[in-house]
């Protein structure tokens, strides 16, 4: 029998997470000698108060709703990928090949086959550390973690080397065709009378998120394939007992989740930047992390996550913007979320497990 209710470990722990986090944040702030509510107030009108605000609230969400599910996918094999800036980083290069080299008559089919460039890219760069974590019992954190920096390297060099246009010192492509440009939210939404802003960098790949969102948990929870992972992730025993391949698993789930963290270059490379330049991902990875372990490795808890990161990312920029509260302390403010509802997870589950059970012995 569970410890406590599926909608308490679902809900309740998350939630309490952020509160202890906002109190904390919130001691901070007085701490400086600014108003936390105030503070508060202005996050929430800067970030969710206009569509300029909610452009790049949902811009942030679109990147850490794919680096989220990648973490998520293989959180369900029971392994720990974060290798996810690397895999958005080479992500970004395939959209640049794709993007530049093939010329495209209209934005859907660049965006279909860029999506898959990006995937093929990303999963390229997860199957090193998985074929060595299959075959040679590697430990799956510290290669991904060493191929963020070696994919920050090749890119540094394709950048300057290689896709760097004659003349410019720029370490970055070209400026991706007219006809590969995404549609902005606002685009999108003025030929059915809702007007969104022009200036926000949100566009169709949000949509494209949401679809994977939806695909991923079609896959975890409705495929044969999606139960083999699950049975290998909750007991690596057991699924060999039922002739499970740990081999197929590691490498399919890796596969996966690389494709996964490489096709959010469809919205930084190619929606917002419209090329490619150096440090596209600007920590995207390693906030899928945070944003996977919030959300419960369940899609539409990623889904959730991930709009709250984007506030925070949007609410911190006005906070720096319009305050004397230094950026460095916005930086303080999100790590305390990333910490109550990562890190710190069972600072709450413990104490709730205990009150939980308390309260079936005094009904029993």
């Keep these: 029998m569970d410890k406590m209710p599926k909608w308490a470990d679902v809900v309740l722990i998350p939630l309490i997470s952020l509160i202890l986090a906002a109190i904390l944040s919130a001691l901070v702030i007085l701490g400086i000698g600014e108003d936390p509510i105030a503070a508060v107030n202005l996050m929430v009108s800067g970030a969710l108060g206009s569509t300029y605000g909610w452009g790049y609230t949902l811009y942030y969400a679109t990147n850490f709703l794919f680096t989220g599910l990648a973490v998520s996918v293989a959180f369900h094999a029971r392994l720990f990928n974060i290798g996810g800036e690397g895999q958005a980083m080479l992500g970004g290069l395939g959209v640049a090949l794709v993007c530049l080299y093939i010329p495209w008559p209209h934005w859907s089919l660049a965006l279909i086959f860029a999506s898959l460039g990006a995937a093929l890219f990303g999963a390229a760069w997860a199957a090193i550390p998985a074929y060595l974590q299959a075959k040679r019992g590697s430990h799956i954190v510290i290669t991904t973690i060493m191929f963020n920096f070696i994919a920050a390297a090749v890119l540094n060099y394709v950048l300057v080397n290689l896709l760097r246009p004659e003349g410019s010192m720029d370490p970055a492509t070209a400026r991706f065709p007219e006809a590969v440009h995404l549609p902005s939210l606002h685009e999108l939404l003025a030929p059915i009378g809702i007007e969104f802003s022009k200036a926000a960098p949100a566009n169709v790949s949000f949509l494209v998120a949401v679809g994977a969102c939806i695909a991923v948990w079609l896959l975890i929870w409705r495929t044969k394939l999606g139960y ?90 006005e906070l720096a913007l319009w305050t004397s509260i230094p950026r460095e302390l916005i930086v303080v403010i999100q790590a305390l979320v990333i910490l109550f509802t990562g890190a710190l997870d069972n600072m709450v589950r413990g104490p709730l497990e205990r009150i939980f059970l308390a309260l079936r012995r005094g009904k029993a």
Aim: net charge negative; no cysteine.
């Design 228 to 317: 083999e992972i699950r049975a290998y992730g909750n007991s690596e025993y057991g699924a060999l007992y039922a002739g499970i391949s740990p081999v197929k698993i590691t490498m399919i789930a890796m596969l996966i989740s690389g494709g996964l963290a490489g096709m959010m270059a469809t919205n930084n490379v190619m929606g917002e930047a419209e090329r490619l330049v150096l440090n596209s991902t600007e920590g995207a990875g390693f906030i899928g992390i945070a944003v996977a372990l919030m959300g419960r490795s369940h899609p539409f808890g990623v889904f959730l996550a991930a709009i709250l990161f984007g506030f925070l990312y949007q609410g911190g920029a």
